[in-house]
T-cell receptor
Framework: RKEVEQDPGPFNVPEGATVAFNCTYS??????FFWYRQDCRKEPKLLMS???SGNEDGRFTAQLNRASQYISLLIRDSKLSDSATYLC???????????FGRGTSLIVHP | DAGITQSPRHKVTETGTPVTLRCHQT?????MYWYRQDPGHGLRLIHY???????DKGEVSDGYSVSRSKTEDFLLTLESATSSQTSVYFC??????????????FGPGTRLTVL
């Protein structure tokens, strides 16, 4: 079982839709969680960190569920510019090296 | 944007030739990483460094070596390139590893094709 798993998608949604991604992790001792965004043929960039209490940044909301060992990303009012691959990243549990999921592809269409 | 550059940005080489990729940072960050990204595999760690001359292997280190003689430079060498090493290579840096929500910053990537 891979340490960090994501549904690769693609998630194909119309503009204005709400879409949610989940990411599961296997190491219960993991301590830090992130969502990165990667545009086609570009480098990954941090979208947001995921805190235990959950956090929100504009249209984006991230949640952590330690009991079930998953993190989620909710995007409200999707824009065409949200089209990208979203990478889940988990770190901790005896290593400071982050582990990346394979990414979830989002396509927002007019 | 974090000051990370990679060179070359694109390279085509032949099987069996040595190749060196360079990552240069101007942020004075302690930690540096080399990843490769392939369809269906996501980002996979090749090697990383936690200081000058301090390096360690990642999950896909076979066929690769690294060196870090200065804080700002982290070199990745393919001793004898193979077609399976055709990939996009990303360098990343971070200031504090494992300390809270410290993020990684990525370079623009190098597209390597081994014929």
């Amino acid at each position: 079982r891979k340490e960090v798993e994501q549904d690769p998608g693609p998630f194909n949604v119309p503009e204005g839709a709400t879409v949610a991604f989940n990411c599961t992790y296997s190491n219960s001792a993991s301590q830090s969680f992130f969502w990165y965004r990667q545009d086609c043929r570009k480098e990954p960039k941090l979208l947001m960190s995921v805190y235990s209490s959950g956090n929100e940044d504009g249209r984006f909301t991230a949640q952590l569920n330690r009991a079930s060992q998953y993190i989620s990303l909710l995007i409200r009012d999707s824009k065409l510019s949200d089209s990208a691959t979203y990478l889940c990243v988990v770190r901790g549990g005896g290593s400071y090296i982050p582990t990346f999921g394979r990414g979830t592809s989002l396509i927002v269409h007019p | 944007d974090a000051g990370i550059t990679q060179s070359p940005r694109h390279k085509v080489t032949e099987t069996g030739t040595p190749v060196t990729l360079r990552c240069h940072q101007t942020e004075n960050h302690r930690y540096m990483y080399w990843y490769r990204q392939d369809p269906g595999h996501g980002l996979r760690l090749i090697h990383y460094s936690y200081g000058v001359k301090d390096t360690d292997k990642g999950e896909v280190s076979d066929g690769y070596s690294v060196s870090r003689s200065k804080t700002e430079d982290f070199l990745l060498t393919l001793e004898s390139a193979t077609s399976s090493q055709t990939s996009v290579y990303f360098c990343a840096i971070s200031f504090l590893a494992g300390a809270g929500n410290d993020e990684q910053f990525f370079g623009p990537g190098t597209r390597l094709t081994v014929l």
